[in-house]
Each structure stands twice: as structure tokens, then as C-alpha cells.
């Protein structure tokens, strides 16, 4: 490892791969969401378009199953970084599960959205939500029957990108947890660190498409790999 030494602002990237010891599937791993699903018919517009329907549906399995899921050891070891690091600190999700809140996270950030949460498509107000939609539930806001998930689909702008590379330009570290590397502007959040001089660690159950990238690489388990390196960071 090279200059670990005056480590003070940590953006850690979650992906699917922190849930996964929790029972949620994960995107592209045998069996994963969208080998049962086209993505072009559940996570587009289009898609959404096409047939309102499948895509409620889809996601309010998904929003059901959170309530039969709990946070692992990886989620907990980050909440713990969360609480005791002094410095700044950015867990960015590509997750839209709630499972770093639920294991006591603040500094988190839905860059994709989240499931517990809607979207008005008349008003465009945001609102908590943890019900179905498939039967068109009024908005909260604004009544219209015209909620969708409050998730990032391809083609549309993550959230809250300024934040995102202003944590970038200000980290000393960025490590990514999870993730196979595959979505963008997420998978190029490495080679931006890299380019303003950034340390680069990567905790992974295998090589992704962006381990190249990477300072460190370490393969394993999140639920194992996790507890450790929040170790090592809070011995510094
Ligand atoms: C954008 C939310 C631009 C919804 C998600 C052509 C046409 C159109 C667009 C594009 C195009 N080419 C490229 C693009 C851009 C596109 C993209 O990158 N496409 C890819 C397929 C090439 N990106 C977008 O469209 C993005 N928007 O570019 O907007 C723009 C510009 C201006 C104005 C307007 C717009 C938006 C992308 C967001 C899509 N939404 N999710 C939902 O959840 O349903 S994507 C979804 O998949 C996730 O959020 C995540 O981002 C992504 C990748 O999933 P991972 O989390 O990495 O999970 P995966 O299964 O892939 O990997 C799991 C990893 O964990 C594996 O490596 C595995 O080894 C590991 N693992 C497994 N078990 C464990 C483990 N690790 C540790 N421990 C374990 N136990």
C-alpha cells in the first residue's frame, strides 16, 4: 500500500455485493435480478412506459422483500466506521435497499434512488413510501395516482453527482465494496480518484471490470473483508 499515512476523508462505493450475505440478490451473479428480468423492461423508462405494470411489480417484490432481510456484518462494520471516524466520510450506494440506515449509517448517499422511496410523476415530489404501488395509491403530495420508484434507471441522472465528485476531489482514500463495476458514471468513480492522486482500494468476492484500477484489490467475502479493513482503519 502506498501512502496510507494522513488518511482523513474517506467515499466508500457500495454495490450490490455488500447486500448479497443479506439475502438480497444481486444484479448480475447467477440468478441475479436481471437474468429473470430484461433490464431494457424493468429499469428504463421505456421500459416503465411500455408496461407500468411489470415494472411496479418488479419493484415492489423487491421493496416487500427489505422487511425479510437484515443488515450483515459489512453493513454494521461501516456504520461503526460512520460513528467513530473523525474526518469526513461518504458512503455513495449504488444499493436502493435501506440496509446501511438499518445498520445505524448516516453519511449515506442513494446515488440510484431507493426503494423506500416515491416519486410523483405529476408533481415530482419525493415522499417516503414502504407500500405497493401496483394499484396506483394517490401521491401523498399532490393526490394524483402517478407515483413511481424513486430509482435511477438507465438513461437517467444519478443524484447528487456535485456531491459525489466534490468527495472525490476532497478524499484521501476511495474504496470501493461490492461492485462488479459494470454501470456508469459508478464504475468510472475509480479512474476519477485515481486521476486526482487518490489512494484506491477495492473490496470485492472476485476481479471486476475496474480491479485494474485499483491500488490495492482484495477478493472475499464483504462480511468478512469489511470488519477487517474497518479494523485496520480505526488502528491507524
Ligand atoms: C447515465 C437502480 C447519463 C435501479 C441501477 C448506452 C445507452 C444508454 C446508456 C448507456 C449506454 N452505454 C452506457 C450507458 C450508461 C449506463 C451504463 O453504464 N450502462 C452499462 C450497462 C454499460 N448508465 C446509465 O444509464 C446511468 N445514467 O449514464 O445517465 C445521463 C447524462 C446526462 C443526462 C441524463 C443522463 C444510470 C445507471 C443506473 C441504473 N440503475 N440501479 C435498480 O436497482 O433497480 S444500476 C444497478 O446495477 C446498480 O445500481 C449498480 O449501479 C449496477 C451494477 O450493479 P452492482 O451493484 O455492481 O451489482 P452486480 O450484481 O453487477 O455486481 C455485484 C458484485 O458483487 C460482483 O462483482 C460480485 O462479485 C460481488 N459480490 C457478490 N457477492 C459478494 C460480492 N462481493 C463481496 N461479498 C459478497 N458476498
Same mark, same amino acid.
Given at each position: 500500500?502506498?501512502?496510507?499515512?494522513?488518511?482523513?476523508?474517506?467515499?466508500?462505493?457500495? *454495490?450490490?455485493?455488500?447486500?448479497?450475505?443479506?439475502?438480497?440478490?444481486?444484479?448480475?451473479?447467477?440468478g441475479?435480478?436481471? %437474468?429473470? @428480468?430484461?433490464?431494457?423492461?424493468?429499469?428504463?423508462?421505456?421500459?416503465?412506459?411500455?408496461?407500468?405494470d411489470?415494472?411496479?411489480?418488479?419493484? +415492489?417484490?423487491?421493496?416487500?422483500? $427489505? &422487511?425479510?432481510?437484515?443488515?450483515?456484518?459489512? @453493513?454494521?462494520?461501516?456504520?461503526?466506521?460512520?460513528?467513530?471516524?473523525?474526518?469526513?466520510?461518504?458512503?455513495v450506494?449504488?444499493?436502493?435497499?435501506?440496509?446501511?440506515?438499518r445498520?445505524?449509517?448516516?453519511r449515506?448517499?442513494?446515488? @440510484?434512488? %431507493?426503494?423506500?422511496?416515491?416519486?410523483? &410523476?405529476?408533481?415530482?415530489?419525493?415522499?417516503?413510501?414502504d407500500?405497493?404501488?401496483?394499484?396506483?395509491?394517490?401521491?401523498?403530495?399532490?393526490r394524483?395516482?402517478? $407515483?413511481?420508484?424513486?430509482?435511477?434507471?438507465? *438513461?437517467?441522472?444519478?443524484?447528487?453527482?456535485?456531491?459525489?465528485? &466534490?468527495?472525490?476531489?476532497?478524499? +484521501?482514500?476511495?474504496?470501493?465494496?461490492?461492485?462488479?463495476?459494470a454501470?456508469?458514471?459508478?464504475? *468510472?468513480?475509480?479512474?476519477?480518484?485515481?486521476?486526482l492522486?487518490?489512494? &484506491?482500494?477495492?473490496?470485492? $468476492?472476485?476481479?471486476?471490470?475496474?480491479?485494474?484500477?485499483? @491500488?490495492?484489490?482484495?477478493?472475499?467475502?464483504?462480511?468478512?473483508?469489511?470488519?477487517?479493513?474497518?479494523? %485496520?482503519?480505526?488502528?491507524?
Open positions: 500500500m502506498g501512502e496510507m499515512s494522513q488518511i482523513r476523508n474517506i467515499v466508500i462505493l457500495t *454495490g450490490a455485493g455488500i447486500s448479497a450475505e443479506s439475502g438480497i440478490d444481486t444484479f448480475r451473479d447467477a441475479g435480478l436481471w %437474468e429473470q @428480468h430484461r433490464v431494457e423492461d424493468v429499469a428504463t423508462p421505456e421500459g416503465f412506459a411500455r408496461d407500468p411489470l415494472v411496479l411489480n418488479f419493484y +415492489d417484490m423487491r421493496r416487500a422483500a $427489505l &422487511t425479510r432481510v437484515e443488515p450483515n456484518a459489512a @453493513h454494521a462494520a461501516l456504520a461503526r466506521l460512520d460513528a467513530e471516524w473523525g474526518g469526513d466520510l461518504l458512503i450506494t449504488q444499493n436502493v435497499d435501506d440496509l446501511h440506515e445498520a445505524g449509517a448516516s449515506v448517499l442513494h446515488m @440510484h434512488g %431507493e426503494l423506500k422511496s416515491a416519486l410523483c &410523476t405529476a408533481c415530482e415530489m419525493r415522499s417516503p413510501w407500500a405497493p404501488m401496483i394499484d396506483r395509491p394517490p401521491c401523498p403530495v399532490c394524483a395516482p402517478m $407515483l413511481r420508484p424513486d430509482v435511477v434507471w438507465f *438513461g437517467e441522472m444519478p443524484y447528487q453527482m456535485d456531491r459525489i465528485y &466534490t468527495a472525490l476531489r476532497n478524499a +484521501d482514500l476511495f474504496v470501493s465494496i461490492g461492485t462488479s463495476g454501470v456508469y458514471p459508478a464504475a *468510472g468513480f475509480v479512474r476519477d480518484a485515481r486521476e492522486g487518490v489512494q &484506491t482500494q477495492e473490496l470485492n $468476492l472476485e476481479r471486476s471490470e475496474g480491479s485494474n484500477w485499483f @491500488h490495492e484489490s482484495r477478493q472475499g467475502r464483504a462480511g468478512e473483508l469489511v470488519p477487517m479493513w474497518v479494523e %485496520e482503519m480505526l488502528a491507524r
